[in-house]
């Protein structure tokens, strides 16, 4: 399984962003999809996670109401919509695909493929 992110970039506080992520080599369609950052000399932060069906999503509390996690079967793609961006958002951000047999997929260890992350600064 190959993940490809791309959209990362510099925007000011306020500001929005959409993050994408190719999925190849897998079984996409039945896969738990998320995202997780992390910020240099800190561990990697759940961010969100969906279900194959796009019907259930999941988020960190920091990102709750901001952030927005979806994704289109049919491209092999998940996206996370980023709104009203603070300075505490930059990092690097991860698209990740969820093991099987896990409950809840809120951890690292629940996600075994991970895609080579893509930048993510907000100014003040």
């Known amino acids: 399984v190959q993940l490809q992110a791309s959209g990362g970039g510099l925007v000011q506080a306020g500001g929005s962003l959409r993050l994408s992520c190719t999925a190849s080599?897998?079984?996409?369609?039945?896969?738990?999809m998320g995202w997780f950052r992390q910020v240099p000399g800190k561990e990697r932060e759940f961010v969100a996670r969906?279900?194959?069906?796009?019907?259930?999503?999941y988020y960190a509390d920091s990102v709750k109401g901001r952030f927005t996690i979806s994704r289109d079967n049919a491209k092999n793609t998940v996206y996370l919509q980023m709104n009203s961006l603070k300075p505490e958002d930059t990092a690097v951000y991860y698209c990740?695909?969820?093991?099987?047999?896990?409950?809840?997929?809120?951890?690292?260890?629940?996600?075994?493929?991970w895609g080579q992350g893509t930048q993510v600064t907000v100014s003040s």
């Open positions: 990740v695909r969820g093991r099987y047999g896990r409950l809840t997929w809120r951890t690292a260890d629940d996600y075994d493929y």
């Open positions: 080599g897998g079984t996409f369609g039945t896969d738990v």
């Open positions: 969906i279900y194959y069906s796009g019907r259930n999503t």
